[in-house]
Each structure stands twice: as structure tokens, then as C-alpha cells.
């Protein structure tokens, strides 16, 4: 199991700034999944964070708008950047256990709302 | 694209009832998970099944898997307050570790 501490929870930001969310785990895992879950939606993989290298971005998502750090094995940050209200989502951060890293360990989100 | 459609979007039940919920995904998988999520917070792994099972069991929680019909079922039994949250179901259509997940269904139960 892996345990993640999220931050923030929530914010509520003004249009055209950005924030960056922090995701701690208490082990080493070689791959951090960043979501955006839209209101009362289903969740959409944004990224894939390895450390050393850069981020892999799904459809829909690019580096500048989602700029991702991995400085090591336990620490990744995601940016929203330049922010819209439609930006108003949770965004998760996740890891991979198992053999296969095939179950999911999800930090507890950071709900953003952006006026 | 979502890959899991699942059934029904919400249900509301009263306590000690069993809660049904079905998910139905479109392409071949390796293993398929549910997962519930309380008040929009960080999702809890609940269950996986793989491609070669048909059944599952884990407490109170039981899952089918039917790789013919494309489709999965979630069976609650003996139904609690706090088993209100959303569920959802996940495959790995798109390859190990980069889950694709359906539209979840919102249970409620009823003391």
C-alpha cells in the first residue's frame, strides 16, 4: 500500500493566476498518475510523472497548461497554469502498487475553484 | 474517451438492502477494479477482478466479471450509512497502469 498526503485540499484563485498542488508518498514508486475529475464527472488521466524524465501527456493536456515536476521518487507537483473557471475541478494525484502497479493509491484531491 | 459506462448513475436504498451497481466497457481488459470515492475526495481500490475470473469476493463486496458481454457487476450486501459514496469502475484498456475509468454511480443509502 502507499500512503499520499495532498495539499492543498481546496483553493479558490482568480482567473489568470496559477496554483501548484504537491503530492508526498511515504514510499519510492517509479510512476505518479496526475487526474482532473470535473464536476460530478468521472476522472481523466492527465498525465504520467516518472522520475527523470519528462511527463507523458494524455490527449487534451499539454506541458504548458499542466507543467509537472518529479525530483525524486516520493515528491511530484502539477501547475495549473493561467487559469479559467473551467479549470474548477478536483485534481488528484495517484500511484501504482502491485506486482503490475495495477492498484491505484490516490492522494485526497485538491478541490479548485477558480472565479 | 471513457471506456466504462456504468449503471445506474445514482440509487438510493435503504440500510441493510443490497446494492447493485453495473459497469460495461468496450474494449478487451486484463483486469477491471472498482473503486469508491466519499464526498469528492481521493478514491479507496475496493476490488479487481482479472480477465480469467468470473467471480470475486471481499467482505461484503462481491464481484462478476463477464468478458463475453463486456460487462461487470458490484453487489453490496447487507447495505451501511457509510457505504454512501460514489463507485466506480476502472479498466486497463489502454495498458497496465493507465486506468480508464467509467462515470461512477452515486449510492445513497437511507438509515
Known amino acids: 500500500s502507499a500512503v499520499i498526503s495532498q495539499k492543498p485540499s481546496r483553493d479558490i484563485c482568480q482567473r489568470g493566476t496559477s496554483l501548484t498542488i504537491q503530492c508526498q508518498v511515504d514510499s519510492q514508486v517509479t510512476m505518479m498518475f496526475w487526474y482532473r475529475q470535473q464536476p460530478g464527472q468521472s476522472l481523466t488521466l492527465i498525465a504520467t510523472?516518472?522520475?527523470?524524465?519528462?511527463?507523458?501527456?494524455e490527449s487534451g493536456f499539454v506541458i504548458d497548461k499542466f507543467p509537472i515536476s518529479r525530483p525524486n521518487l516520493t515528491f511530484s507537483t502539477l501547475t495549473v497554469s493561467n487559469m479559467s473557471p473551467e479549470d474548477s475541478s478536483i485534481y488528484l494525484c495517484?500511484?501504482?502498487?502491485?506486482?503490475?502497479?495495477?492498484?491505484?493509491?490516490f492522494g485526497s484531491g485538491t478541490q479548485l475553484s477558480v472565479l | 474517451s471513457q471506456q466504462g459506462e456504468e449503471d445506474p448513475q445514482a440509487l438510493s436504498i435503504q440500510e441493510g438492502e443490497n446494492a447493485t451497481m453495473n459497469c460495461s466497457y468496450k474494449?478487451?481488459?486484463?483486469?477491471l477494479q472498482w473503486y469508491r470515492q466519499n464526498s469528492g475526495r481521493g478514491l479507496v481500490h475496493l476490488i479487481l477482478?482479472?480477465?480469467?475470473?468470473r467471480e470475486k469476493h471481499s467482505g461484503r463486496l462481491r464481484v462478476t466479471l463477464d468478458t463475453s458481454k463486456k460487462s461487470s457487476s458490484l453487489l453490496i450486501t447487507a447495505s451501511r450509512a457509510a457505504d454512501t459514496a460514489s463507485y466506480f469502475c476502472a479498466t486497463d484498456a489502454q495498458g497496465a497502469q493507465k486506468l480508464v475509468f467509467g462515470q461512477g454511480t452515486r449510492l445513497t443509502i437511507n438509515p
Open positions: 495517484s500511484v501504482g502498487v502491485g506486482g503490475a502497479n495495477e492498484k491505484l493509491f
Open positions: 477482478i482479472r480477465s480469467n475470473e
Open positions: 510523472a516518472n522520475q527523470g524524465s519528462e511527463a507523458t501527456y
Open positions: 474494449t478487451s481488459i486484463n483486469n
